[in-house]
């Protein structure tokens, strides 16, 4: 599958840039393109030339709202960035339609963090308005939220994530939610280290994008993933995960391992990944909620049997049990059998409730501050109308 990558404030433009290296490394390893065209999109330029891999033209690295802002981004407030968005959208149609290969993509990627005010704001309406422009191709959006500890912090956050997630929901074809606090779990140093994090969050699509890009007979599997397949699964929230389980390189020749014992060690090593992968989703989430479902093993062709495709299909059936089940393998690395896993369709995501729900404990407090606020500036005005003006 071919996607235009699209990233909006600083997180967007910082995944989209990985992404962008993705791409280099499907080109160095595999010969094989999946991305046609990266771009980053914010009111910051500073923001814009930190980027590495992103072309560095004005074409690739997009400044919007440069009058309004100076260049210094919108300071979190998301209204601007979607204001700024509306009257400079038509920036990034011109770039888009300048890609040498956009005719060959599948689909669009636009992302962003929630929280932020650029990103937060400006996702929606070009969602919105690539959508109108494009009418073949779907529009997904892959939507990064915030740490825990920037919830407590700062009441923004969760409003600005609340207003982006109801209205990216509104309007793009799926949209894949990425829980920033999911990848501090185990390693709490990654709080500080957002390249690492970047670069876990856009490793899931690795396989997935090549495997339908492949053309050499070896590296077609038996049952071959390709776009048709993804855009058949992604619909609505949407969650991904991705799971690793290392095998050994070499092998002593099959008369001197008994047959059954063999193929349950690959289960073993089948199920193992597809767990990790479970437990790793790019957000925490109730997999039976899911009415769609993708999951793509790859591993060495002689690793991959009809036992184990077996396995994996009833693993996931047992845990989204209400979900259609897509599925594929890929015939690929040495030394490691690995998964990814989407859900998507899912009906219902604890974490979107939440920011809704406290969002609107919040909408009346803001509204009286904003009264009070007024009501305070009424008050001075009031008290200086006697008083001479020099202007
Ligand atoms: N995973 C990840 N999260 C990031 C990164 N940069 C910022 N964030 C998160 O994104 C949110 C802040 O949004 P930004 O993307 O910085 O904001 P912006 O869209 O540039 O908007 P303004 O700076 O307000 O104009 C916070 O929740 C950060 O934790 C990044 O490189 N990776
Ligand atoms: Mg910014």
Not at 97 to 103: I, S
Not at 238 to 255: A, C, D, E, N
Not at 329 to 340: A, M, N, Q, S
């Given at each position: 599958?071919?996607?235009?990558?699209?990233?909006f404030?600083?997180?967007g433009?910082?995944?989209?840039?990985?992404?962008?290296?993705?791409?280099?490394?499907?080109?160095g390893?595999?010969?094989?393109?999946?991305?046609?065209?990266?771009?980053?999109?914010?009111?910051?330029?500073a923001?814009?030339?930190?980027?590495?891999?992103?072309k560095?033209?004005?074409?690739?690295?997009?400044?919007?709202?440069?009058?309004k802002t100076?260049?210094?981004?919108?300071?979190?407030?998301?209204?601007?960035?979607?204001?700024?968005?509306?009257?400079?959208?038509?920036?990034?149609?011109?770039?888009i339609?300048?890609a040498?290969?956009?005719?060959?993509?599948?689909?669009f990627?636009?992302?962003?963090?929630?929280?932020g005010?650029?990103?937060s704001?400006?996702?929606p309406?070009?969602?919105?308005?690539?959508?109108?422009?494009?009418?073949?191709?779907?529009?997904?959006?892959?939507?990064?939220?915030?740490?825990a500890h920037?919830?407590?912090?700062?009441?923004?956050t969760?409003?600005?994530?609340?207003?982006?997630?109801?209205?990216?929901?509104?309007?793009?074809?799926?949209?894949?939610?990425v829980?920033?606090?999911?990848?501090?779990?185990?390693?709490?140093?990654?709080?500080?280290?957002?390249?690492?994090?970047n670069?876990?969050?856009?490793?899931?699509f690795?396989?997935?994008?090549?495997?339908?890009?492949?053309?050499?007979?070896?590296?077609?599997?038996a049952?071959?993933?390709?776009?048709?397949?993804?855009?058949q699964?992604?619909?609505?929230?949407?969650?991904?995960?991705?799971?690793?389980?290392?095998?050994?390189?070499?092998?002593f020749?099959?008369?001197?391992?008994?047959?059954?014992?063999?193929?349950?060690?690959?289960?073993?090593k089948?199920?193992?990944?597809?767990?990790?992968?479970?437990?790793?989703?790019?957000l925490?989430?109730?997999?039976?909620?899911?009415?769609?479902?993708?999951?793509?093993?790859?591993?060495p062709?002689?690793?991959?049997?009809m036992?184990?495709?077996?396995?994996?299909?009833?693993?996931?059936?047992d845990i989204?049990?209400?979900?259609?089940?897509r599925?594929?393998?890929?015939?690929?690395?040495?030394?490691?059998?690995?998964?990814t896993?989407?859900?998507?369709?899912?009906?219902?995501?604890?974490?979107?409730?939440?920011?809704?729900?406290?969002?609107?404990?919040f909408?009346?407090?803001?509204?009286?501050?904003?009264?009070?606020?007024?009501?305070?500036?009424?008050?001075?005005?009031?008290?200086?109308?006697?008083?001479?003006s020099?202007?």
């Amino acid at each position: 599958m071919k996607l235009v990558v699209i990233g909006f404030g600083q997180c967007g433009g910082r995944v989209a840039d990985e992404f962008a290296r993705l791409n280099r490394r499907a080109h160095g390893q595999r010969g094989i393109e999946i991305i046609t065209g990266a771009f980053a999109v914010n009111t910051d330029a500073a923001d814009l030339s930190g980027l590495s891999s992103i072309k560095p033209d004005y074409q690739h690295r997009i400044l919007i709202g440069g009058r309004k802002t100076g260049g210094h981004g919108v300071g979190k407030i998301n209204e601007l960035g979607a204001e700024i968005a509306r009257e400079d959208g038509d920036k990034v149609i011109d770039a888009i339609r300048g890609a040498k290969r956009f005719f060959e993509s599948d689909a669009f990627l636009l992302i962003a963090s929630a929280a932020g005010g650029t990103g937060s704001g400006a996702i929606p309406i070009m969602t919105q308005h690539i959508k109108e422009r494009y009418m073949d191709k779907p529009v997904y959006n892959l939507i990064v939220l915030p740490f825990a500890h920037e919830e407590t912090t700062e009441e923004r956050t969760i409003y600005n994530s609340a207003t982006c997630l109801k209205s990216v929901n509104s309007i793009a074809d799926a949209v894949i939610l990425v829980d920033n606090q999911r990848y501090i779990r185990k390693d709490f140093s990654l709080r500080n280290n957002l390249a690492k994090i970047n670069a876990l969050i856009v490793e899931p699509f690795y396989n997935l994008l090549c495997a339908g890009e492949e053309t050499k007979a070896k590296h077609i599997g038996a049952r071959m993933l390709d776009a048709g397949d993804i855009i058949q699964t992604l619909v609505g929230w949407t969650v991904i995960g991705y799971g690793k389980s290392q095998l050994p390189m070499f092998r002593f020749p099959s008369w001197r391992v008994l047959d059954f014992r063999k193929k349950s060690t690959e289960t073993h090593k089948g199920i193992q990944a597809m767990d990790e992968a479970i437990s790793e989703l790019s957000l925490k989430c109730n997999p039976t909620d899911s009415g769609r479902a993708l999951y793509l093993l790859s591993a060495p062709a002689k690793e991959v049997n009809m036992d184990l495709i077996k396995e994996l299909g009833d693993y996931l059936r047992d845990i989204a049990s209400e979900a259609t089940i897509r599925n594929g393998d890929y015939p690929r690395e040495r030394g490691v059998l690995d998964i990814t896993v989407i859900l998507s369709e899912l009906n219902d995501v604890e974490k979107v409730r939440k920011y809704y729900n406290t969002s609107s404990g919040f909408i009346s407090t803001i509204k009286k501050r904003q009264e009070e606020i007024e009501g305070k500036l009424k008050g001075i005005e009031e008290a200086s109308k006697d008083i001479p003006s020099l202007l």
